[in-house]
């Protein structure tokens, strides 16, 4: 990817994402919030990671904004009057995130990993084609495209469905969670 | 019998009949008096037998106090003349005290109590007589400290009796501050607490080196020695009791505050001798101090009005006699003068009781007179102890207080003249203040109500005073003196012997002149010096000294305490960590934003304290 | 189970059985009448049953800890059966002077006896320590709800303070326990392994630091100037049964964890100058510091709580010393200065149900009503000053003597023969509070008001008893040091 | 058997229970007693030693050693505590739930019986997680079931709030652990602990990254034991939560949060680790700091079950500080096993505090230390126990709660760390105080005139709280026991 | 030209930016998406890593996984967190902040 669309993609999950904190209106905020994600997703797929990448999209701003959307607007939810607004946490926020870079910019500044940049790593279609064992992948990356998704439904399949199924009690907990806690009770 | 049997039996008796009395005090409380005097009748006994005992240079052990590792201090006895004889005194003054009370406290609602405490007397005097270790001394030596509180607050409801009682034993217990003091030096010194152990290192061995080479150090364990002396011989200026301690029942003041306990001050400084005669301060220290003692109690006497009180600076100032002659390098003088005064001192103060007994416990003298011819027996008894202690010459005073004149005199070793001379205007003073006494309480006309109607006391008070009268008069000869073992000094010849003598007879003369030129037939005092009657302001001063001293400082010290210590180890940190606490209690304000806040302030801080802090590897 | 054992958990099984609902007054005198027969036949046969050399016996011990190696072990020398004896004793007393009380008292009263047993009995260092322990929440709560005066204050310092006092122990504890290891990989708490392995051990520069900890840590407990202002307060507060359990027995605790553990374990760091100077600027300030406030006390509570810190700096003077002449006074000191002191707050707690006040201006005469009392609380006053014939003497002369042990007329008096010697005036002031308090008390006229009689002859026994030991205990120390000073010598002390 | 099969077991319980409870009308008790039985099985299983060894396919992720069969019990032990807990506080779950308490009955309790079972697969999967994934997964498991039982009764404020706050601050952890994590996989290029501990090892060059990648994850952890300044959730959460479920957080959360650190420490400080240092000095000062600011608050707290809140604070500094002492050969014990020896004294004396808090709950008294006045002569076997319990919380010696401080503190001197030492000592002296005054409350009087409803237990109640004293009696005296179930 | 440096500073620049809204915003709805902010710089961080550690010449999909279980789980915790706020809302009409500051002390 150039590095003006990095650039471009970087700016847009930025600014939005400092909208998300500026705008008092949390339908406004909700809707920089899609913003800075689909950025996001542009900043993964410039990773050649397509599948994280639509995931981001998919989930984000299609189900869990929306999900923020209809509360706000199942509950009316208003504006934050600017009065309201804490001098103090906003200067102390501030500070603490400019301190916080600030050590994160000593940090990378010393990073010498951190200086290659994606030309650097090559995926190694062919060397890579010759260890995997799934024909298909093994057809795709022959073909010099990258098998993405594939890749990752392998990992997670194969190496981490143990995972997957704790999750799935995650979620299922989380359902249990949602109704028990907005159910109304039926007399 | 055996000798230890002999003192285990003069210790232990009365100490059985004191415990027994206190003990079951309800039980017998009407036969506990006679368990007492019994107890003593037959240590008396015992003491007479022991009389003929023989010298035992290693002591009698009774048993073991006190023993770790190879030291000890023992409960043990030593025999040897002064023991002997000192036993004597105490054991045959106590007997005659034990029948004069019988019939003094006849009518006292807590007679089993006092007498419960007499024997506790008797146990504890004997002790320190027959101690043959300082440790022992000192143990017997407190003892009858107490036993001496208890007699004195026996009527405890009286305050002044409460007072007095507390008075004596505290001022005791300074002076045995400075006696414990003194032992543990010579203990320290040479690592064992016998009398005879420690002589034998003064002659040869530990502490001989040290007197050649640390003086300083004997002087101080003499005088801590003395300091005990004073306490319990009322020297100056640890005196300040002994006339308070009149506030205790007449026989008690015979007994305990005029022949034995107040004696054993001198006793102890006696046996101890070596020590104090080791170092020329120590010796000059004490016969000042006594000098001043019997010069300021002798003025004092002359202005006393109670008739007890007067016997008691008389006792004071006799005392100051006798210690003054240890001072002066008279140990055998100051004994004898102990052995003899302890006689009629006694005679006088239980004559005295008669007499107050007589006028139902009147004291004043200027409220009595005429009494010898309603009490004829108790006005001889008294004369001739007033002529015994004012030295008539060939009464028994007159040879003990020639031979601390004698020791005093200048051209004596260790003579001083100035202290000649104070000793000369004390024994002025004495046949002054007494003749004073005998003239106004027993001539003239009866001035009391109380006075007018006494009659003689009984028969078991006359007794005693008829029985000391004969060794008043005769206890100065050789004939008495030696088989009661008493320690009879060396005559002194030479051209201050007839000196001495003479001195001391113009001061008998003199001093009786005055003193009945000026109290014939007076009827009130005609002298009138205030610093004498109020005893040099002694008392207020140590009142004052209590109050705005000790008190105050006590007030002081306690508020700095509470200050510094409670409030550096209590109040500050309970403070600091309550206020921590509601400090931290404070970042818990419930906001969410401020809780987001510290959280984030975390986040840096642990990347900061990962990242660019290090201390340590 | 051993007989220490049984003699530490007696106690505990009857508070328990006391707390189910038993009859509390009767299990109690029961449990610590048959503990007394107990610890006393153990005190009597110790020497001619485990011979003269004073060493540890009725030795028994339970594993409950691999690593560190901890024991619930048990055994007595002549040192803790003699505290032993005096615990039995004190709780007899208190428990029999209890009249009309709810059960607690007695189930306090007897956890803090088998905390106190369980102190003094196990040979474990870690069970010695937790056994003390055992102690406070009975303290904390009879003071909290039975309490008099500022009993909330009280009740919060003695807890706090101690309970501060015993974690800088354990630290200290802990300390010994690596000082005296070999290696890292044994660690015991067996106090009689840790002897023979203190006398090379490799730490051995953290000896006076260790010993330092030590002495805060128990002297906290002791109440050793200037970490005692706990004491009197509480003390003062504390209903009868606790203050004479507390004062009498538990603190007495702190001095024999130093004679038993620090001294013998870590004697270089006992001997180092500054340790040595620090121990005797700090008893001085109980001896003359808390004398002047004893003085100024104006009640007879909290003259007597004062007045026990106060002495609490001469067995520290017997312990400073360094031979063993001033440990057996300092012991005979702790058991006499128990029993005088429990006797003194029996008194105390008599006085306060049956008048009201204690104060000395409100008080006067009851000499007058009660003859029997007066001689009791004389006997009590007078050997807490340290008359002859009663046991408190015994020690204190023996604790000054010692100080002066090693005097060379070469070199003066050094540091400690001037604290001694000043510590002698200490034995001035002290009796000029106590017989200030009796005369004020006991003797003058009558006050209108209080009225005070003297108590019934079953009421009397446990007064007689405390009285009578100190008695006997003064006339015939021997009885006590015979016993102790072989196993003081056994325990490697000078 | 596997010992998965365990996890499985109740996760299938669970959600039987659950779909009994929405489609049979069964009492709603009888789903607490299944669940009870199921984890008694399950206990019985792993204290039989019958839990196998892992399939190979799960050998990167999963472990089973001494340490994670002793937090599977704990985590079995503790659910088992929640769950008698809640049968107690049932009455006070279904009066917040139910929209209309008196029509109703039972409102929610199926759930709230059965979602601990969920936690309980969670905190036992932390137990032998040793990859990122897994860990971060289990973790979540655990979070969000909390999430949901922290707000459990809807309609009490507390509750609620609580359960905002709880979610807000967690969430903000669990982003910064996953941020930490991603900085750890990008230093090291592993996800297994394992293998995150070989490159520590062998690491060369600057070192500033990774030590940034340990410090966020350290942070992450650090929220989730509720070590200072990450410990600002918990006075909150702790009070406004139900008792079973504060009860369940302090000893069940903060156990599975220290099984995972004790993992992710000990990956960290690996011989010749490279981040070794500054770890330990993090785990110091954090620990120091927690030590003191938990008992510190607590001085001044009137409300018990926040007291105990800021008590479970201070007992994680303890353990933080237990982690840090490394060099703890003497002991025989690693400072893992120091520490979960320390949670093990913590779970009965803990347990037994909310259980009578709850039994007073349930009969309408409130939750200030005040309302415990007079629950000595009440009840006067529920305030032994809670003076006992109260008492090893302080650390009183012959008590579990002693023994586990005696270790710490043991470290500290054998570790030579002097100045952590006296923060121990002071924070321990600072505990005596707010504990003692609730022991003081129990024996005093009440306030008023009139005696409110005697506070009682029903039987399993009362047989675990038999239970629980006896052990921490027990393990006061004879501390083996905990050590051979860890020791092995 | 862009670096792994590049990327890493664009996610902790996000990062920062949601933990500046979560402690300055005051609705609990806006500080949970920047909650969800944080968790996806979180993401990215992963991602950028994974892309630049190659396994066996393709990226580490082992870590997309913990990316996959990341947005998982953010969505499971948002579904629950908005019904404690729905929940919350019902209870108090506000998602104000200033409506949970009951508990404190």
Redesign the interface.
């Known amino acids: 990817m150039p590095a003006v669309l990095f650039y471009l993609f970087s700016a847009l999950t930025l600014v939005f994402g400092l909208m998300v904190v500026v705008l008092r209106n949390p339908v406004a905020s909700a809707l920089s919030l899609v913003m800075s994600f689909a950025g996001l997703a542009a900043l993964f797929i410039s990773l050649d990671a397509y599948f994280i990448g639509i995931i981001q999209i998919l989930v984000y701003a299609g189900a869990v904004m929306v999900l923020f959307l209809f509360i706000i607007m199942l509950l009316d939810i208003k504006a934050e009057a600017l009065k309201k607004v804490n001098a103090f946490s906003v200067v102390g926020g501030a500070l603490l995130a400019i301190v916080f870079i600030v050590q994160l910019g000593m940090i990378l500044g010393g990073l010498e990993a951190g200086k290659k940049t994606v030309a650097d790593v090559p995926i190694h279609f062919e060397a890579a084609a010759e260890t995997q064992k799934l024909p298909t992948i093994k057809d795709d990356l022959a073909k010099k495209s990258l098998p993405d998704t594939k890749l990752v439904g392998m990992a997670l399949f194969h190496r981490y469905p143990f995972q997957i199924q704790l999750m799935g009690a995650l979620l299922l907990v989380g359902t249990i969670g949602v109704v028990i806690l907005s159910k109304r009770e039926v007399n | 019998m055996e000798p230890i049997s002999l003192t285990g039996t003069v210790l232990l008796l009365p100490l059985a009949s004191a415990l027994v009395i206190?003990l079951f005090?309800g039980l017998l409380k009407n036969v506990a008096h006679l368990v007492s005097t019994g107890v003593s009748i037959i240590m008396f006994g015992c003491a007479l037998i022991f009389l003929g005992a023989e010298d035992q240079p290693n002591g009698l052990l009774l048993?073991?106090?006190?023993?770790?590792?190879t030291?000890t201090?023992d409960i043990g006895f030593v025999v040897d003349t002064q023991s002997r004889g000192m036993l004597f005194i105490v054991t045959f003054i106590g007997m005659l005290v034990h029948i004069y009370s019988l019939g003094y406290m006849k009518d006292d609602d807590a007679r089993a109590?006092y007498f419960g405490a007499l024997s506790l007397f008797m146990f504890s005097m004997n002790g320190i007589v027959l101690a043959d270790n300082l440790?022992m001394m000192?143990?017997?030596w407190?003892?009858v400290g107490?036993s001496s509180y208890l007699l004195i607050?026996h009527w405890?409801?009286k305050?002044e009796a409460?007072?007095a009682?507390?008075k004596a034993?505290?001022t005791n217990?300074?002076g045995?501050?400075g006696f414990?003091?003194g032992?543990?030096?010579l203990?320290?010194?040479t690592?064992h607490?016998s009398i005879a152990q420690l002589q034998g290192s003064m002659e040869s061995g530990a502490l001989n080196h040290?007197r050649d080479?640390?003086e300083w150090?004997i002087t101080l364990a003499g005088l801590g020695l003395f300091l005990g002396a004073m306490g319990k011989s009322a020297q100056a200026p640890l005196h300040v009791w002994l006339p308070d301690a009149m506030e205790g029942p007449t026989p008690v003041s015979a007994l305990i505050h005029a022949a034995t306990m107040v004696a054993a001050g001198v006793y102890m400084l006696v046996r101890v001798y070596f020590i104090i005669g080791a170092s020329h301060v120590t010796g000059d220290i004490i016969a000042w101090i006594g000098g001043i003692t019997a010069l300021m109690a002798a003025l004092m006497a002359t202005q006393q009005s109670d008739i007890k009180k007067i016997l008691a600076y008389s006792t004071l100032s006799q005392l100051g006699y006798m210690v003054m002659a240890v001072g002066l390098g008279g140990p055998k003088e100051g004994m004898f003068h102990l052995y003899t005064h302890a006689f009629f001192k006694a005679m006088l103060f239980l004559g005295s009781g008669a007499v107050i007994y007589a006028c139902h416990h009147e004291q004043n003298i200027w409220k009595m007179g005429g009494l010898y011819k309603k009490m004829p027996v108790t006005f001889w008894t008294f004369a001739i102890g007033t002529a015994a202690l004012m030295g008539v010459p060939l009464m028994a005073g007159f040879w003990s207080k020639e031979g601390i004149l004698a020791v005093a005199y200048p051209e004596h070793g260790h003579g001083n003249g100035i202290l000649f001379g104070m000793a000369v205007l004390t024994a002025t003073l004495t046949a002054f203040y007494m003749t004073r006494l005998v003239v106004v309480a027993f001539f003239g006309k009866a001035r009391g109500k109380d006075a007018d109607h006494a009659h003689e006391a009984p028969l078991v008070m006359i007794l005693p005073l008829v029985v000391l009268a004969f060794p008043s008069v005769l206890a100065g000869y050789h004939f008495l003196a030696e088989p009661l073992q008493a320690l009879v000094p060396n005559h002194h010849e030479g051209a201050g012997a007839k000196v001495v003598m003479g001195c001391s007879l113009v001061a008998v003369i003199v001093g009786f002149l005055a003193a009945t030129r000026l109290y014939r037939n007076a009827d009130k005092d005609p002298v009138n010096i205030p610093l004498f009657a109020n005893k040099f302001y002694i008392d207020e001063f140590y009142a004052g000294l209590v109050k705005y001293g000790?008190?105050r400082?006590?007030?002081l010290?306690?508020a700095l305490?509470r200050i510094f210590?409670?409030g550096?180890?209590?109040r500050l940190p309970?403070a600091l960590a309550s206020g921590l606490g509601s400090w931290m209690r404070g970042l818990q304000s419930g906001s969410l934003q401020a809780y987001t806040f510290v959280l984030g302030l975390g986040i840096v801080v642990v990347v900061y304290l990962a990242v660019f802090f290090s201390t340590k590897p | 189970m051993s007989l220490l054992e049984i003699i530490i958990l007696l106690p505990l099984l009857a508070a328990l059985v006391t707390?189910l609902g038993s009859p509390a007054r009767i299990t109690a005198l029961a449990a610590s009448l048959l503990n007394l027969v107990l610890v006393g036949w153990a005190f009597l046969n110790y020497q001619s049953l485990h011979g003269a050399d004073g060493a540890m016996a009725f030795r028994h011990a339970r594993?409950?800890?691999?690593?560190?190696h901890?024991q619930?072990a048990v055994g007595a020398d002549g040192l803790s059966l003699t505290m032993a004896l005096l615990t039995v004793l004190v709780t007899l007393a208190a428990l029999w002077s209890l009249v009309d009380k709810e059960r607690?008292y007695y189930t306090s009263t007897l956890l803090i006896a088998s905390g106190a047993l369980g102190a003094f009995l196990c040979t474990d260092i870690f069970f010695l320590?937790?056994?003390?322990?055992?102690a406070?929440?009975p303290t904390?709560?009879m003071i909290?709800?039975f309490g008099h005066g500022d009993k909330k204050d009280a009740?919060?310092?003695i807890?706090?303070?101690l309970?501060?006092g015993s974690?800088?122990l354990?630290?200290g504890l802990?300390?010994v326990?690596?000082y005296c290891?070999p290696e890292?990989?044994?660690?015991t708490f067996d106090l009689l392994a840790l002897k023979p392995l203190a006398a090379d051990a490799p730490y051995a520069k953290y000896a006076a630091a260790n010993f330092f900890v030590l002495l805060v840590g128990f002297g906290t407990l002791v109440s050793l100037?200037?970490?005692?202002?706990?004491a009197a307060p509480a003390y003062a507060a504390a209903p009868t049964p606790i203050a004479m359990m507390h004062a009498g027995v538990l603190k007495k605790f702190g001095l024999y964890g130093l004679i038993r553990i620090a001294l013998p374990l870590l004697p270089t760091g006992a001997n180092t100058p500054w340790v040595q100077h620090a121990l005797l600027y700090m008893l001085l300030?109980n001896i003359l510091?808390?004398g002047?406030?004893t003085?100024?006390q104006r009640r007879l509570d909290g003259l007597l709580a004062n007045s026990s810190v106060m002495h609490m700096g001469y067995i520290f003077l017997g312990l400073a010393s360094g031979n063993?002449?001033g440990q057996?006074?300092a012991v005979l000191l702790m058991f006499a200065h128990g029993i005088s002191v429990a006797l003194l707050f029996m008194l105390c707690g008599r006085l306060r149900n049956q008048l009201g006040t204690l104060e000395f201006d409100k008080l006067g005469?009851l000499?007058?009503n009660a003859?029997?009392l007066s001689?009791i609380f004389g006997v009590g006053a007078?050997a807490s000053i340290g008359?002859?014939?009663l046991a408190n003497?015994?020690g204190e002369?023996?604790i000054?003597?010692s100080?002066?042990?090693?005097?060379q007329?070469?070199e003066?008096f050094t540091f400690l023969?001037i604290t001694?010697?000043l510590s002698?005036?200490g034995?001035?002031i002290s009796?000029?509070y106590m017989?200030?308090a009796?005369?004020k008390i006991?003797?003058?006229?009558?006050s209108a008001g209080h009225f005070m009689s003297d108590p019934s002859l079953l009421q009397r026994v446990p007064m007689f008893l405390l009285a009578a030991v100190l008695l006997v205990v003064g006339l015939?120390?021997?009885i006590l040091?015979n016993v102790v000073?072989v196993s003081l010598?056994a325990t490697g002390l000078k | 058997m596997s010992p998965l099969s365990l996890e499985l077991g109740l996760g299938l319980l669970g959600l039987v229970l659950l779909l009994v409870e929405s489609f049979a009308s069964v009492p709603r008790k009888l789903i607490a007693y299944a669940a009870i039985g199921g984890l008694l099985a399950a206990l019985a299983v792993i204290v039989s030693g019958a839990a196998g060894s892992v399939p190979d396919s799960l050998k990167e992720f999963y472990v089973v050693d001494p340490l994670a069969l002793f937090y599977k019990g704990f985590a079995i032990i503790a659910t088992l505590a929640t769950i008698i807990l809640s049968l107690e506080y049932a009455p006070i779950i279904h009066q917040f739930v139910a929209t209309h308490p008196e029509r109703t009955k039972e409102a929610g309790l199926g759930e709230f019986y059965s979602l601990p079972l969920f936690v309980c697969v969670g905190m036992m999967v932390m137990a032998s997680a040793v990859d990122l994934i897994t860990i971060f997964v289990a973790l979540e498991l655990v979070t969000v079931s909390f999430y949901v039982l922290v707000a459990f009764m809807r309609r009490s404020a507390a509750s609620l709030e609580a359960g905002v706050k709880y979610l807000i601050l967690g969430a903000l952890s669990t982003g910064l652990l996953v941020y930490g994590m991603s900085w750890l996989y990008g230093m090291t290029g592993e996800l297994s602990l394992s293998g995150v501990a070989y490159k520590l090892a062998h690491w060369e060059g600057n070192s500033a990254p990774i030590l940034f990648a340990v410090g966020l994850m350290l942070a992450g952890l650090a929220f989730k034991v509720g070590a200072v300044p990450f410990h600002i959730w918990i006075p909150d959460v702790y009070q406004g939560a139900p008792t079973p479920v504060t009860a369940f957080l302090s000893v069940g959360s903060k156990a599975a949060g220290f099984v995972v650190l004790t993992r992710i420490v000990g990956t960290f400080l690996t011989p010749g680790s490279v981040v070794a240092g500054p770890v330990i000095q993090i785990l110091l000062i954090l620990g120091g700091a927690t030590i003191l600011l938990g008992n510190l608050a607590a001085i001044a707290q009137t409300n018990f079950k926040r007291l105990l809140g800021y008590s479970s604070i201070a007992h994680a500094g303890y353990l933080l500080v237990a982690l840090a002492c490394i060099?703890t050969?003497?002991?025989?014990m690693t400072s893992g096993e120091v520490a979960a020896f320390y949670l093990a004294t913590y779970l009965p004396m803990t347990f037994v505090c909310f259980l009578i808090l709850s039994a007073m709950r349930a009969k309408g008294y409130g939750e200030d230390i005040a309302s415990l006045k007079g629950l000595g002569r009440a009840n006067?076997t529920l305030g032994?126990a809670l003076?006992i319990a109260l008492?090893s919380l302080?650390g009183?010696?012959?008590t579990a709660g002693?023994m586990g401080k005696?270790f710490v503190?043991?470290a500290t001197?054998?570790e030579g760390y002097y100045t952590y030492?006296a923060i121990a000592?002071?924070g321990?002296?600072t505990g005596?105080?707010y504990y003692?005054k609730v022991?003081?409350a129990v024996?005093?009087k009440p306030d008023g005139p009139s005696e409110g409803p005697t506070p009682d237990l029903g039987l399993l109640s009362k047989v675990s709280l038999a239970v629980f004293v006896a052990a921490i009696l027990v393990v006061g005296?004879?501390?083996?026991l905990i050590?051979f179930a860890l020791v092995k | 030209m862009v670096t792994l440096n590049h990327y890493l500073l664009v996610s902790g620049l996000l990062f920062s930016i949601g933990l500046v809204g979560v402690v300055v915003r005051r609705n609990i709805l806006t500080i949970y998406m920047c909650l969800e902010m944080m968790l996806s710089a979180a993401n990215l961080t992963l991602v950028a890593f994974s892309r630049f550690r190659l396994v066996e010449g393709l990226p580490d999909y082992n870590a997309q996984a913990l990316v996959f279980f990341t947005i998982t789980v953010a969505a499971a915790e948002v579904a629950v967190g908005l019904a404690i706020i729905v929940a919350l809302f019902r209870a108090r009409q506000s998602v104000d902040i200033t409506a949970v500051e009951k508990l404190k002390g």
């Open positions: 206190m005090h048993y073991e106090y006190l023993k770790v590792g030291f201090a109590r440790v000192f143990i017997f407190e003892l107490v607050g405890f409801k305050p409460a007072d009682a507390k034993f505290l217990r300074v045995d501050f414990m003091a032992i543990l030096i203990f320290g010194l690592g607490v040290i080479n640390y150090i000790q008190d400082f006590a007030w010290v306690t305490e210590v409670d550096l180890t209590v309970a | 707390w594993t409950v800890l691999t690593s560190p901890i619930f607690i320590y937790a056994f003390h322990e055992l406070l929440i904390f709560l909290a709800l009740a919060w310092r807890t706090i303070y309970g501060v974690l800088i354990l630290a802990l300390g326990v690596w290891s890292k990989g044994k660690l100037f200037p970490f005692h202002s706990w300030g510091v808390m002047f406030v003085l100024h063993a002449l057996n006074g005469g000499a007058a003859p029997f001689l007078f008359l002859p014939g003497f015994a002369v023996l000054f003597l100080t002066f042990k090693n005097f007329a070469s003066g023969q001694t010697i002698l005036w034995v001035v009796a000029v017989l200030r009796y005369r006991f003797f003058g006229q009558p015939y120390p021997a040091l000073q010598a | 060099h050969g003497g002991l025989k006067p032994l003076a008492a302080a009183l010696p012959l002693f005696f503190i043991f001197v054998l030492l000592v002071i321990a002296a005596f105080f003692f022991i003081l024996y005093s005296v004879y501390p083996d050590r």
